[in-house]
Structures are given as C-alpha cells and as structure tokens.
C-alpha cells in the first residue's frame, strides 16, 4: 500500500466529528443520522452523478448508503476515515442501483436540484457544463476516479478501498481518465458558444 498524504487538521476535525457521530448513532441517535445525512448529502449528490445522471436513482442510493451506516454505524472500526467508509457504500450501492435500474439518459433539468446542493453556485456552468461532457466519454471507473481524487479529495489508497481495487488499478485508471479528457477536451471546446469573446 502506498502513503498517503498527510491530513491537514480541517480534515482530522471533520474525521473525528463523524466518528463521534456513528458512536451515537450506533445507540440510536437518530439527530446523529440527521446531521450526517446533511453533511454528506451534497458530496453524495456529486459523486453519484458521475455514476448516473437519474436523479432518481441519486435519490435512491444516498437513501440507502445513510441507512446502511445507520444500520452497521457499531461495524465501523476507524481502520479508514468516516467519509472514505461512506463513499464506499455509496459507490456499491450505486452500481448496484445501476445493475437494477440501467441508466436511461433522463434531461439535464432532472439533475438542477443536485447542481444546486453540490455547493457549486458560483462555479461558471460553461466550464461545469463542458468538463460534464468530456466526462461523459470515459468510463464508470474511470469517472468515479476522477470525481473520487479531485472532486472529493481522497487519496489513492482511500479510492483504492473505496472502489475495493488495487492501488495500482486506481492509477492506471486515473492515467488513462486524465490522457482521454486531454484528447477530448480541446475537440468539445469547439462546442462552447462564443458569446463571451465580445466585451460591451
């Protein structure tokens, strides 16, 4: 296993709030459920969408990821920080979801709601909207990968537990993601409208 980086103390703090709250959850602390629901639901919208873009299904994945740790919150035994527990039962509850459901395309408008909580607001959608499409021509894997490493922030041995793969795995499929949105990218930006090329 490789190292990982070192975690800054906003990191360290924010661990050791949620393992306080799966210790009371794991007694029944239903206002412990409800504040961690809070925390991760907009990073889980996030995530999520680079598995799907049903927001139902996001729905329905983020609702059973956080009964999930509510049911096995005692089963948690801090060998991994609380949110890298989290996105794992997340990442196989949305495979799972997929395997059920499929993934029919549903319109973009379905997904504003999850846009909204993602903490995004102030992001220029332009950007949002062609780096979106350039992740639409990788893989599952490779798009949770992305997500996992620069939209969330864990290391690779975190995606690799997450994603219960070698680390060797999550680089290869980091390296092949990030050479395919290299080629991929520059060809979208053709797409963009120009409407900003001309100041008043």
């Known amino acids: 296993m490789t190292s990982s980086a070192p975690m800054n103390d906003d990191v360290i703090d ?17 206002v412990a459920l409800g504040v961690l629901y809070r925390s991760y639901h907009s990073r889980l919208c996030r995530f999520l969408s680079r598995l799907t873009r049903r927001a139902d299904i ?4 983020i609702n059973d990821c956080l009964w999930i740790a509510w049911q096995k919150a005692d089963s948690f035994h801090g060998n991994s920080r609380v949110s890298t527990w989290l996105m794992g039962i997340a990442y196989r509850c949305g495979l799972k979801a997929l ?13 504003q709601e999850h846009s909204n909580h993602a903490n ?13 499409k350039g992740l ?6 490779q798009r ?23 680390v060797g795995t999550v680089k290869a499929r980091l390296f092949h993601a990030r050479v395919k949105l ?15 090329e001309r100041e008043p």
């Open 120 to 132: 995004d607001l102030d992001e220029d959608r332009e950007l949002r909207d062609w780096l979106s």
């Open 99 to 111: 395997r059920q459901h499929g993934d029919e395309p549903v319109e973009d408008d379905a997904l």
């Open 58 to 61: 996001i729905d329905e994945v």
């Open 14 to 30: 924010a661990d050791a709030t949620d393992r306080m709250l799966l210790q009371r959850m794991s007694m029944g602390d239903r």
């Open 136 to 141: 639409d021509h990788l893989s599952v894997d």
């Open 182 to 196: 290299r080629n991929v990218l520059p060809t979208l930006a053709g797409d963009l409208p120009r409407h900003r």
């Open 144 to 166: 949770v990968v992305i997500e996992l490493v620069y939209g969330v922030g864990h290391s690779l041995d975190d995606v690799a537990i997450i994603m219960q793969c070698p």
